[in-house]
């Protein structure tokens, strides 16, 4: 597939998840939407696989490359589905607008890993102020040990975001060479159990609650938010730096916001959409880093040409 198809393909479905996770969760469980979601998905992946008669590799580094995905796929996802009982969905794809910041200091402690300018820590100094808005009222809950309801789901964002990040870096640095659709497949079998376990642990059940919405979201996410999806990523991120790819949700949070608010009766309040600002403008500006930098190679390379 032609990388710009895929990442306008990311931009759709990425700004269209978090709505459809708010959906799901009106049928099923939080963990057992994740988890039926992510097991049809991987049936339709080896569907996918075995009419393309194309195999999926099970040689140890492709196993390592599917268990570097499993942050992502099982971790940020089930944070995600856990927040989303809590939080409007439009405010789920903002937190996963700080994805490339985290992404970019992580990239720090990695060694030969990008080294971020001034232009980005002022960027990661914008998104921390922007995150502070967003929690508003939350900060002083978490403080006294009691986040509360949206603290609570703001917590569970941070962690699906940090999870996700730093997955996308792992899976670059295995380096296994997969095919998209195997890397994909992979690592959505490898979730199914995880998500088993959890469900086991958390004993959230699952109860159908009788919801037709939900279970078109838990469909229209497994074909399209985790297959097609998660294809469209990897097959961007085997292309891209793992920070670059994450500048996708420069657009998506604003794409979901709007959906949000049309087909959902979402509303924010005063601070949250200026947090929210406060975020897209640190995507910004981090994006400016990065064209810096690329201006900076170019000159010099000319420049000992």
Known sequence: ?????????????????????????????????????????????????????????????????????????????????????????????????????????????????????????????????????????????????DPGQRGRGLLWMLCAVTLFAGSGIVVQRVGAGLAPMAQTVGGLLLSVPLYGLALWASGQGLAFSGAARGLFAIAYLATFGSLLGFYCYFQVLARMPAATVALVTLITPVLALLLGASLNDERLGVPVLAGTSLIVMALGLYLLGDRRVRRRVVSTTIDDG
């Open 1 to 145: 597939m032609n990388t710009a198809l895929a990442y306008l393909i990311v931009i759709a479905v990425w700004a269209t998840t978090p709505l459809a996770i708010k959906w799901s969760g009106e049928a099923l469980p939080p963990l057992a939407a994740a988890g039926a979601r992510m097991a049809c998905a991987a049936l339709l992946g080896l569907v996918w696989l075995a009419a393309r008669r194309q195999p999926l590799p099970l040689h140890r580094h492709a196993l390592l490359s599917y268990v570097a995905a499993l942050p992502g796929i099982f971790g940020a996802m089930g944070c995600s589905y856990m927040a989303a009982r809590d939080l409007p969905s439009g405010l789920i794809s903002v937190m996963f607008g700080l994805a490339p910041l985290i992404s970019g200091i992580f990239l720090q402690l990695v060694p030969g890993g990008f080294r971020l300018n001034r232009w980005h820590w002022l960027a990661c100094l914008l998104g921390v102020a922007g995150l502070a808005l967003v929690f508003d009222d939350s900060l002083a809950s978490l403080l006294r040990g």
